[in-house]
């Protein structure tokens, strides 16, 4: 059975906090000063949504197909290829770190073939997918889009050396005998994430889209571009693949779990487009009168209450924590009808 007594090392994990984070795990109260008591509860984790157990070093490593690999602390995923050429890494999460290379030492010993990581591709620039790279040393190929590179350079973190290979829409690349289809399809969650198309392997790799099993966690799964993250399945699922690599949780994916992703999205931008009109701002004005923020507060989270209800309770028991981040998702759709695509907008007369 797997083991899911990990809920304070994931929130580590989520926040980024690295060994820092494994410290603070030693020292922090249990309950921050809370009771238990105080904490909400939340419908149980749907079955279908968990992966393996991990082993006892805290990951699991399984073939995806042929000499294709993803290896998983059941919060991030990160993949890799074993080649003539040396290994191929996609993505390095620092949460997984130094078990990435443990992962491959693995596999490695039990195939016969290098262990040796020669290339690196990034899925896109955000440290959490990205901030174990430079475990890897200076002598990686590190190959991203152009994108990428211009925001690495930006933020200047040692942990990320910018790709010196860059693409700027399309490039594949043949390593080893493994053919690699990368693409940049426009903006999404942030403006450089691209997708990895694996075909010898049957699989594609697209990090920060869709949790398989499981909804997305804060706004759009922290989305710059909403209009760009909802369009992104639809052209997942234009390509050819079986398995699924989203970058975040313990499971692969499949293509169901990409069409339930869509169908939730879609509802909860239904919802709002239903719910929106029929909502009166103006009780929340005459009660805080001159305090504007406390009156758009008020009237932006009824909105968002009422139009994330009835798919919270569609999605329960369907997507893991649709009960817990729903809410914060569909405010964010909201922002995104009324900013972008100026719907329930109105000109004073």
């Avoid at 290994?87 to 010993?109: F, W």
């Avoid at 620039?125 to 930006?154: M, Y």
Wanted: glycine fraction near 8%.
């Amino acid at each position: 059975m797997p083991d899911h007594n990990v809920p304070r090392r994931a929130f580590l994990k989520l926040a980024g906090l690295g060994a820092a984070g494994a410290a603070l795990n030693q020292t922090m109260p249990s309950s921050n000063g809370r009771g238990v008591a105080d904490l909400p509860d939340y419908a149980p984790v749907p079955r279908s949504a968990l992966g393996p157990a991990l082993n006892a070093k805290g990951y699991y490593v399984g073939r995806v197909e042929k000499n294709l690999y993803w290896v998983t602390d059941g919060t991030y995923q990160s993949a890799f290829l074993t080649t003539k050429d040396g290994v191929v890494l996609l993505d390095a999460p620092p949460t997984i770190g130094h078990n990435i290379q443990r992962a491959v030492d693995e596999i490695a010993a039990a195939n016969g073939v290098s262990n040796k990581v020669k290339y690196l591709i990034y899925s896109h620039h955000h440290a959490d997918h990205g901030g174990a790279s430079s475990l890897f040393g200076k002598n990686v190929v590190r190959i991203g889009h152009e994108e990428t590179r211009k925001l690495l350079i930006r933020d200047n973190d040692k942990a990320r050396p910018a790709p010196e290979e860059i693409f700027q829409n399309k490039r594949t690349l043949n390593i080893g005998g493994s053919r690699i289809e990368l693409a940049w399809k426009g903006t999404n969650h942030s403006p450089d994430n691209i997708y990895i198309h694996l075909p010898d392997h049957d699989t594609l790799m697209l990090v920060d889209i869709v949790n398989a099993g499981w909804a997305p966690v804060y706004i759009c799964n922290l989305t710059e571009d909403v209009v760009g993250y909802m369009a992104a399945p639809e052209k997942a699922l234009a390509y050819p693949w079986k398995h699924f690599i989203g970058g975040h949780l313990g499971r692969l994916g499949t293509r169901d779990d990409v069409i339930l992703h869509q169908q939730y999205m879609t509802d909860i931008a239904n919802s709002v487009r239903k719910t929106l009109p029929t909502v009166d701002p103006t009780p929340y004005f005459q009660k805080y009168g001159e305090n504007a923020w406390a009156g758009v507060k008020g009237y932006l989270d009824a909105c968002t209450d009422a139009a994330a209800a009835p798919v919270i309770k569609k999605y329960t028991g369907v997507l893991a924590a649709a009960d817990v981040f729903t809410a914060s998702t569909t405010f964010w759709v909201m922002e995104s009808l009324r900013l972008d695509l100026g719907f329930a907008s109105w000109v004073h007369p």
